[in-house]
Each structure stands twice: as C-alpha cells, then as structure tokens.
C-alpha cells in the first residue's frame, strides 16, 4: 500500500496538483485514503476468508520484489565493485541501531507468517 501511496504522489505532483508541502502530511492523506478504497470493501465481510485476495495480492508483492532483487543485484555488485571506496565491507556493525533493524525483521516475519492461514 505504501508503494501505491507513493506512486500517486509522484503522479499528481507530476501532473501538476498542489500537494501539501510537507511531505509527511501529503503521504499520511494519501495513506489514509488509499486505505480505504482498497481495504474497506474487503474488511466489511464478517468473516476472515475476505481478506484471502488480499493475502494472495500480499504474496505476489514478495515474489515480484524477489524478483526485482535479482535483476537488479548484478547491477549493484558491479558498482560496488567499481567503487570500492564507497563501499567498505562491513558485513556487521553492532551498535544501538541493531534492535531497530532486529524490531523491523521480527514485525516482517510476523506479518508475512499471518498470510498463509488466512488464505
């Protein structure tokens, strides 16, 4: 939903609609009502097997971005390659912001591991 959000603020910019100039509120607007007309309809049933379509949107979203991963990570292993002073290798850096990146993994495993049951 998000790359929606952000697709359509790009495009209404683009086409030239005056948006809001702080980003923040512009993308929350669009959010919020991206939202609703996606999920309203769908959360409207009493039931959980509604949201099997949206489980299986959820799916492909992955795999497509899977996909994208692999195309595009030639390219970048090149540049990296390249430019070598750019790019150090750290493999690891253990700092404060490891239990950011450990919440952010966790919160997408657990949303990803949610899909299959309901579909």
Known sequence: MLI???LTVRL??????TLPSDELVTRAIFTIGIGFILLMPVSLKKDMSSFRYITFVAILAEIYTGI???????????YA???PTIYKEDYAIFNLEFFKGCSIVFFAYTC???LFPIY
Do not use: C, F, H
């Open 4 to 6: 929606v959000t952000d």
């Open 12 to 17: 209404l910019s683009e086409w030239g609609m």
């Open 68 to 78: 994208v991963l692999l195309i595009q990570l030639p390219k970048y292993m090149r």
């Open 81 to 83: 390659r390249d430019n």
């Open 112 to 114: 990803s591991a949610q």
